[in-house]
Nanobody
Framework: QVQLVESGGGLVQAGGSLRLSCAAS????????VGWFRQAPGKEREFVAA????????YYTDSVKGRFTISRDNAKNMVYLQMNSLKPEDTAVYYC???????????????????WGQGTQVTVSS
């Protein structure tokens, strides 16, 4: 069993930066691909970024490419999402999730992820 806890959200002006953290419990976490998703009010949860266990294989949705960076520290059971040049449309609750069926590849589908955190709110003001 893996438990995930996100932190680092908050209120920031457009153009600013935030760094989200995802802390995981469980020794198997380092074997799982991890993704970040977000959900804005009235919208479906959408994929943001994912990282395989190597840490070098990453994948981003087009709207955040060049602005967001996902990384992980397997020794610390941590995954991060560095968000720069934030825009009002990035406002959402951000979730990290772990995919126990994937290690060296990643998925953008919410249905492929088995463990989820409670989410952290990110609000970008214009």
């Amino acid at each position: 069993q893996v438990q995930l806890v996100e932190s680092g959200g908050g209120l920031v002006q457009a153009g600013g930066s935030l760094r989200l953290s995802c802390a995981a419990s469980g020794r198997t976490f380092s074997r799982y691909a991890v993704g970040w998703f977000r959900q804005a009010p009235g919208k479906e949860r959408e994929f943001v970024a994912a990282i395989a266990i190597s840490g070098t294989s990453t994948y981003y949705t087009d709207s955040v490419k060049g602005r967001f960076t996902i990384s992980r520290d397997n020794a610390k059971n941590m995954v991060y999402l560095q968000m720069n040049s934030l825009k009002p449309e990035d406002t959402a609750v951000y979730y990290c999730a772990a995919d126990r069926d994937r290690s060296w590849s990643t998925s953008r589908s919410v249905y492929d992820y088995d463990y989820w955190g409670q989410g952290t709110q990110v609000t970008v003001s214009s």
